[in-house]
């Protein structure tokens, strides 16, 4: 009759739905599990070579990762590590040169002030409008004082035109007037 060939009918679908919903769920997880055995290898690989060029080491290769996609990503962290490294290695350079540079310079300076303090002639440094700014011992002793920095705190007010002769202060002032710069 046609009541069990509908009920059979019934069955027959919810038993079809039944085994396809049941099938799609053992797919998930297999899947989920396949994915999860065959990836967390290779991405734990890239996770610790990851924290590795983190770290500063820049050798480090990701030779291990076998998966095309994940190899190529691997390949790209290669190409980084080594410019990283290129970059570093340029920085330490740069580095040893500034500190070589100033070396240089605190060393010139310091030549500058030997001469500077122990000459025999007197030397002054000024501001454009004539103003002393440093002077050596033995200017401050041509002018009777005590230290350099007594003469330069005392007179700061006082022009240079006290202490030289007309003719020095003219070639002087053209000087400062053409923007040069001057010590005396």
Do not use: C
């Amino acid at each position: 009759s046609m009541r069990t060939y509908r009920t059979d009918l019934i069955w027959l679908r919810n038993t079809a739905l039944l085994v396809l919903v049941a099938s799609l769920v053992v797919i998930v997880i297999a899947t989920g599990i396949v994915l999860r055995v065959l990836m967390r290898k290779p991405l734990a690989i890239l996770q610790q070579g990851m924290d590795r060029v983190a770290r500063g080491d820049h050798d480090y290769r990701f030779d291990e990762v076998q998966h095309q996609e994940l190899a190529d990503i691997a390949r790209r962290f290669n190409t980084m590590a080594d410019q990283v490294r290129e970059r570093e290695q340029s920085l330490q350079k740069e580095v040893a040169e500034r500190k070589r540079a100033e070396d240089k310079l605190r060393e010139s300076e310091q030549k500058y002030r030997n001469i500077f303090e122990n000459a025999v002639e007197g030397f002054f440094q000024s501001t454009p409008e004539g103003r002393f700014i440093s002077v050596n011992p033995a200017f401050a002793r041509m002018l009777r004082y005590a230290s350099p920095d007594e003469l330069v705190d005392t007179i700061t007010d006082i022009s240079t035109q006290y202490y030289v002769n007309a003719e020095d202060r003219r070639r002087y002032r053209r000087m400062l007037d053409k923007g040069g710069s001057v010590e005396g």
